[in-house]
């Protein structure tokens, strides 16, 4: 395993995904590789958080396969999972935390050396230097958007996964974060993104994938 945790590509082979009666993916193929990012486009209930969710090792597909680098997903376990970082409609914050005391709590779940000088550098990268010890429950929308977006990158993660990131951003919080993602695929990160605001992604992605009704189209 150790030999794959540098992935270089994710795929999805032939990935189908049900809830009870309801197929929410269809059999969905794609590959995206290292340092590249991907959008996911598509209506609501097109089948994106799903595949996000399945991508994150949240959910097992029903059939088909997830593959990272040569390793299959359903054994990735732990290890697996200490390389991938998650933006979902959950932010997994600590609403009675400080800025700083939430970024460091997840440093030192994932075990990482050096948490002051990360947790400084995820501040100053957010903005949100001057406010690192008022707690989460006063920041606005989007000054939580942007502290979620260095929890979920403080791990330095190889497959950076991130559902609607722009939501709740004005435009200059916009910016810096497609300069963020811009930096993710220079460092070689594999990133997927979902947005609605195909405005704000612009030139950004290396590739799209469609989906409708749980299928690329």
Known sequence: ???????????????????GRRRALNKVSMTAGAGTITALLGHNGAGKSTLLSIAATLLQPTSGSVRFGTHDGRNGGRALRSRIGMLGHDLYLYAELSAAENLRFFANIYGLGGVERRVDAALDRAGLAARRDDVVSGFSRGMRQRLALERALIHEPRLLLLDEPFTGLDESAREALRARLRAARTDGAIVLLTTHDLAAIADLPDASVSLVDGRVQ
């Open 1 to 19: 395993m150790a030999a794959d945790l540098d992935f270089q590509k994710l795929e999805l082979l032939e990935v189908t995904r049900t809830f």
